[in-house]
Structure formats: C-alpha cells, structure tokens
C-alpha cells in the first residue's frame, strides 16, 4: 500500500524553457502537419507569437524537471506497475517557444479500488508562465497494479 | 480554417475524423525522444518481455495527441479550454488508430462539451475522452 500520508504533498517546483526545435520535433513524431506547429512565419500569420505549444505537450514538458523519479521514489513505486490511467488538462493562456514555464506539482490524492489491487496516485500541476499568467492546470492519474 | 458558430452547433454534429498510419516501432521511437518519455516498455523489446508484456506497445500519451490535432483541426488551439482522457487499452505496434467526436452538450458562455474516442482497426476503444471549446 501507499503510503497515505503522501496526500497533499507538494513535490519541488522547477522551470523548463520551451524550444521551437522539440515543439518541430514533437509535430514529427505526432503526425502533425498543420505548419503552424512547425513554422514560425505560418504561426505569426495565424495569429500566433511563436510556435504554438500543442496541447498535450506540457506533459512531456513536466518530464523534463531535474528528477523525473521524483514521485515514483516519494512514494516507493515500482514503475514497471505502473500504468498511465487519464490525463486531464485546462487551459488558460496559451504558450509558445521561448517561454519559460514553471511547474508546481502536487500528490492530490491517493485511493484504491478492487480491495487495494488497484491504487491509484492523482496528481495536479499548476503551469505558470515568465510573466506570472497561469497557462494550465494539469491532472495526472497513474494506475499501480498489484496483481 | 472556417470559423464555427456556436448559435449554428448542433448536438451530434461530427468532426472530421482523422486516421493514423500504423503505428511503428520507428513511431514509438520518435514519439520517445521527441516526448522526453524514456520508459523503455515502449521502444526496447527485451525490456518489455522481461516485464511480461508480449512486445513494446505504445505511449498513452501518443494516442492523446492524436486527439488533441483532431480537436486542432477543427478549431483554432485558442478555442481549446480542456482536454481530457481515460486510457482504457492499450495500443498495439501495428494498430491503426481512427480518433472521432462529436458534439455532445452546449454549455454557458459559447462553450460546447465534444465526446472523443481513439479507436483501433477493429473499433477497441483505446482513450475515451472529452474536450470543452469556445466557440465565437
């Protein structure tokens, strides 16, 4: 079991820059074409400051802070059991290469379900902007099985 | 992109589905370097074996943006004030994945809520979904 105590921790906040090349990059491997994801003049012309960041992808910017372990080694999980059961995302402010965004991660809450062969670990992330702004909040539901 | 109407919406209006090539081990490659999720269950086979799984399978995360270019398509990323997913199975190297929505409720301010899915060849449900978009 999970320890309990964890709930309402707040896990270290840290500060990623958003490269226009991982964005190029992220396009690649997503599929996507649409140019103003991949071209600065196509942006502009639609409106935009910079390269967009695409909606999913302050996910992966979370995994960038300095120990991506962090949560996993808190609270003692094998990651090899763990599996990613839903992601949530709001959005506030919109957010483009050159950026730099803060995360401030936090457990919201752990529980169980199946008489305990099932925890599950929320946990939400508030993403703020250089100039303060609040961008998006983030929930993430990761799912330990202990079958 | 023309621009949607909020007054002109209608419940069970489709968006323009959107089909994936098969998904590749060279996909998940990318997917990995390019998303900075480096578990190795879903690019090294031998890992993936040695942890009980038959092959390497996809991130869930890969399949939710396919959803997100589905709603990115329809409307500007602006219009876009949630996402969200449940990862219900997962996806298979080789599996086409079809993602589709459809308006489901017009809420206050402009805001209508989009019932999402990402689906398999065979129509397994791989992300249920939803997303909430402001509309002019």
């Known amino acids: 079991m999970i320890d309990r105590r964890h709930i309402g921790h707040v896990l ?3 500060t990623v820059p958003v490269e226009a090349g991982r964005l190029r990059f992220f396009a690649k491997a997503t599929g996507n074409t649409d140019p103003i994801y991949t071209d600065e003049a196509a942006a502009r012309d639609a ?11 302050f996910f992966c910017l979370e995994m960038d802070q300095p120990n991506p372990a962090a949560l996993r080694e808190l609270l003692g999980i094998d990651y090899r059991r763990l599996l990613h059961g839903e992601q949530h995302f709001r959005y506030h402010a919109m957010a483009y290469a050159g ?25 939400e992330t508030r993403v703020t902007n250089q100039h303060g702004a609040l961008v998006a909040e983030m929930t993430c539901v990761t799912v330990v099985r202990h079958d | 992109m023309t621009e949607l109407r909020y007054d002109d919406m209608q419940i069970g209006s489709a968006l323009p ?12 490659a990318l997917y990995c370097g390019a998303s900075g999720d480096h578990n190795p269950i879903h690019v090294d086979t031998d890992f993936a074996r040695a942890a009980g799984q038959d092959d390497v399978f ?15 398509g329809w409307v500007p990323q602006r219009a876009i004030r949630a996402l969200n997913t449940r990862f219900v ?6 599996d086409r994945i079809s993602c589709s929505g459809t308006v489901v409720e017009k809420l206050a301010d402009k805001q209508v ?10 129509g397994i449900v791989k992300l249920a979904g939803e997303a909430i978009v402001e509309l002019s």
């Open chain 2, 17 to 28: 589905p959107l089909h994936t090539d098969p998904i590749s081990r060279l996909t998940l």
């Open chain 1, 99 to 123: 950026d730099s965004l803060r995360f401030e991660p936090r457990v919201a809450d752990i529980y169980d379900k199946k008489g305990g062969a099932l925890e599950f670990v929320r946990r």
């Open chain 2, 113 to 122: 809520r989009l019932s999402l899915a990402a689906q398999d060849q065979s």
């Open chain 2, 89 to 94: 199975a997962i996806t298979h190297v080789g």
């Open chain 1, 47 to 57: 409106g935009h400051l910079n390269l967009p960041v695409p909606p999913t992808f």
């Open chain 2, 58 to 72: 996809a991130h869930g995360m890969l399949g939710m943006a396919c959803l997100a270019r589905l709603v990115t």
């Open chain 1, 12 to 14: 270290p906040a840290f």
